[in-house]
Each structure stands twice: as C-alpha cells, then as structure tokens.
C-alpha cells in the first residue's frame, strides 16, 4: 500500500493517532499509537529525510539557479 496522506493527531491529553489514506481509496485508516511509537517515529523519520542517500521512490531533481 502507497499512502496518498498520512498526517498525526492527538485527540486527548497523551493519546496519538496515525492517520493514513492509501491512493485509490476514499476512507483514512485509524491507529492509535504510544508515546514511544510516536518517539520512534519521529526519531527514523528525521534520520530518514537527513539522509542524502538511499533509495526513494521520489526523485530527486535538482535545479540550478544561473546568475
């Protein structure tokens, strides 16, 4: 499953929710989560969009700008 949205929410005082809508489908899936799944999260997703190499189904353009 590709993920066409994915966004958290907390609805009350220490709950989280991860949120995901995959491509092709109109009804965003629920799943409560804890403090420490929320931690690692955040923790891997930082390190995985610092890294500058590695596979991603994204590319990655690159534009230079002329003076």
């Known amino acids: 499953m590709i993920?066409?949205?994915a966004f958290l929410t907390t609805p009350g005082?220490?709950?989280?929710v991860l949120n995901i809508q995959a491509?092709?489908?109109d009804d965003v899936q629920q799943f409560e989560i804890s403090k420490?799944?929320?931690a690692n999260i955040v923790i891997?997703?930082?390190?995985?969009a610092l890294r500058e190499?590695?596979?991603s189904r994204?590319?990655?353009t690159t534009n230079k700008e002329s003076a």
């Open 44 to 48: 891997d997703g930082c390190a995985l």
């Open 23 to 25: 491509f092709g489908c």
């Open 13 to 16: 005082p220490n709950r989280f």
């Open 36 to 38: 420490h799944h929320l």
């Open 53 to 55: 190499t590695g596979t």
């Open 58 to 60: 994204v590319p990655v």
């Open 3 to 5: 993920a066409k949205i």
